[in-house]
């Protein structure tokens, strides 16, 4: 079975033509699908199927033909009845169509039936034929069904015999009406049959159910008033009856009333005039009804969903207007239909101009080709779009602009739309590069100042190499000839021994400075790559050199446990020999030196603001290097850490004042940090804070 024709109830039963009406492929006629052919029409093959009388229907401008298995043998064996099924008439009944398509044009135009009209099948004539017109759902004439009664022999007709054929007819159409019926019963739409004078007669299940009559209830009181209220009947008499009586056929909307419930449903009616066959009088009303509150529901929920995705569009409008940056939107292929009032503020186009790929006008000509290109992987791939380009602006300047767009996907993960924005990056860009010239100009300049400073450097290795050998020569000369000076000739100098011994005190001085500076040069420029050290060997290495001093002064050294550090083992022994030295070398008179070396672990919040490293790490090794020595006082503890700074005269304590520069130098180095605490005569306390 054809599966165009399946499932229509209209269209069950009919014996061998039934099933040849189903099998056909009613697509490649005028007619098409049974989806499309209307209540007029449904309801007349209904009627031709079930009857016994032979039954032919032309419908449409072609005459598409239909008939029913009782027509089937006055076609006769001339031409196989296969060949008339969906023929239209013209082309089966060529020879007699000419004269015969008047007369049907007749019975369409009047939309009058004329009965016992003579077959238009030759050889025929104890048949006879009543042709009704039949409408469609616009209440035009839309087909011609021949209805067949069989003649007397002697094709008498007087008004007995027309009395006969008349109840014959009726009796035919009667029991066509109910196979109609028992053919509709199952049907999920309302379907009614009532008489002319509105005495209902035939309700189905789907129909006793939309209103709650039961199943067994007697329909014959009820007319077609009682199925709604008074307000809602009166429009129905007045122009859907009337609209029926006079076209065949009404649609519209009617108002039912709930029998139990009183609900007043919603409806969509096709009503349909049934004529008798022999008089083509109206005898009854033939009703579809379709419940229209889900629809209806459905299309109020539609109004609301399209209103508050209105009132959505109108805010994102209102909200992208006020946008610094351009907003766009596209359909999933990248057709552009959206733009907010920053674009067309800038490039002065209208909608017109710019929809679809319009946009690609503004772009710089250099600029097409690329944006095009990112443009169409991201359609492609669904991958974010991200591109740099420049856009003309209204008055012909070009301008940067950065473009983003990302996909809208639904709940299916397909793209339904893409929105982008484009921000205006030119000053961003022309200060890019212009910092681009400058940090050329000054990479530059630092290149050449490198230079210098390694000139520089160069220089003063030189000078260290003078000032520890070229230097040193003379005024260990002088300290050799005011040796022999004193050995040899002091009983002639006198007083002038005491000349020569100042002599030597200053070029042991001058040899002292030289010493210190060359270490200063040394550690400010030389930094040899760091290794785990440990602090007490480093203190340990110390106090061997300075065991001579130790002894003298008879001072007393406790060291802590140290931890290991990071470091150049040469520079952190320089920083503690110098801190260790200067502990006993400011000691007080006739006080024996004492001295304490300790650590602790400290965080970077911990250190105190005088300690301010040049990298700051997270941890430090805190180590205190505290004496009883003289102190000093603390207002010049910025000063201390100086080179050539001294706070006591060099008669009193020997020193070039550059140790505890050479101190600060190493700890810069290291990443450290170093401050001091002390008041006169109450010794002082030196921290050093190296990372941990």
Not at 331 to 347: I, M, R, V
Not at 517 to 540: G, P, Y
Not at 573 to 581: A, H
Request: aromatic share 10%; net charge negative; glycine share 8%.
């Amino acid at each position: 079975m054809n599966s165009n024709t399946s499932g229509y109830a209209f269209l069950t039963g009919g014996g061998e033509m039934g099933v040849m009406i189903r099998s056909f492929d009613w697509s490649t006629t005028q007619l098409d699908t049974p989806d499309h052919w209307s209540a007029g029409l449904r309801t007349t093959l209904g009627i031709l199927l079930s009857s016994r009388n032979p039954m032919l229907l032309w419908w449409g401008s072609d005459a598409v033909q239909i008939y029913n298995d009782a027509y089937r043998p006055l076609l006769g064996n001339q031409a196989p009845h296969k060949s008339a099924l969906g023929q239209p008439g013209e082309e089966y009944w060529a020879d007699i169509w000419p004269g015969f398509e008047t007369f049907i044009d007749n019975v369409c135009r009047t939309g009058e039936a004329v009965f016992e009209a003579q077959s238009p099948v030759a050889g025929q004539a104890r048949w006879r034929f009543t042709y009704t017109p039949i409408r469609d759902d616009t209440g035009q004439v839309a087909g011609v069904l021949a209805t067949g009664y069989e003649a007397e022999p002697s094709a008498r007709t007087n008004a007995a015999g027309s009395h006969i054929h008349r109840i014959i007819g009726q009796a035919a159409l009667y029991e066509d009406q109910q196979h109609l019926l028992s053919l509709l019963e199952n049907s999920s739409d309302f379907m009614a049959l009532s008489n002319w004078q509105g005495q209902l007669m035939y309700v189905n299940k789907a129909g006793r159910e939309l209103v709650g009559i039961g199943l067994d209830d007697d329909i014959s009181r009820l007319r077609s008033a009682d199925f709604f209220e008074v307000e809602h009947f009166q429009p129905i008499a007045e122009e859907a009856y009337t609209t029926l009586y006079t076209t065949g056929s009404w649609s519209g909307t009617v108002h039912f009333r709930h029998f139990i419930t009183g609900e007043i449903i919603p409806c969509h009616a096709d009503y349909v005039r049934l004529d008798d066959p022999v008089t083509g009088e109206p005898i009854a009303r033939g009703a579809t009804i379709r419940d229209l509150r889900s629809e209806l529901a459905a299309k109020a929920a539609l109004t609301q969903t399209n209103a508050e995705l209105q009132q959505l569009i109108q805010e994102f409008r209102f909200v992208t207007d006020f946008m610094p940056q351009m907003v766009w939107a596209t359909l999933p292929d990248g057709y552009h239909d959206f733009y907010n009032k920053g674009w067309y503020d800038f490039t002065g186009l209208t909608y017109e101009e710019t929809k679809a790929e319009g946009w690609n006008r503004v772009l710089h000509p250099n600029d097409q080709q690329r944006a095009l290109t990112v443009w169409k992987h991201s359609l492609e791939t669904g991958e974010p779009y991200e591109i740099e380009y420049r856009f003309r602006r209204h008055d012909g300047d070009y301008r940067w602009f950065l473009a983003r767009a990302l996909p809208f996907r639904n709940s299916e993960g397909a793209i339904i739309r893409w929105f982008g924005t484009c921000t205006d990056i030119h000053d961003q860009k022309s200060f890019a590069t212009e910092l681009e010239r400058q940090v050329a100009e000054r990479t530059s300049a630092l290149a050449r100042a490198n230079i210098d400073l390694r000139r520089s450097n160069e220089n003063l290795e030189r000078f260290a190499y003078v000032a520890s050998h070229d230097l040193q020569e003379p005024l260990r000369k002088i300290q050799s000839f005011g040796d022999i000076l004193n050995a040899t000739y002091a009983h002639q100098l006198g007083e002038g021994t005491a000349l020569v011994e100042r002599m030597q005190t200053a070029a042991m001085r001058m040899s002292s400075l030289i010493k210190d500076l060359l270490a200063f040069s040394r550690i400010a420029n030389h930094r040899s790559a760091f290794q785990e050290l440990s602090l007490n060997d480093i203190l340990a290495n110390v106090l061997t050199d300075l065991d001579y001093a130790v002894q003298e002064s008879g001072a007393l050294v406790d060291i802590a446990s140290l931890p290991t550090v990071e470091g150049d083992s040469a520079q952190l022994g320089q920083l503690f020999l110098n801190l260790v030295s200067n502990a006993i070398k400011f000691r007080r008179p006739g006080e024996t030196p004492r001295i304490r070396v300790t650590s602790q672990l400290v965080s970077r919040d911990q250190l105190p603001g005088s300690a301010r490293p040049l990298n700051p790490a997270s941890h430090y090794h805190q180590i205190s290097v505290a004496d009883n020595g003289i102190g000093f006082d603390e207002k010049y503890l910025d000063r201390i850490f100086d080179v050539f700074q001294r706070l006591h005269s060099k008669t009193q304590y020997t020193g070039t004042g550059i140790g505890l520069a050479i101190v600060k130098k190493v700890i810069e180095n290291h990443d450290g940090a170093i401050t001091a605490s002390s008041q006169p005569d109450q010794g002082a306390t030196f921290v050093v804070y190296l990372p941990a």
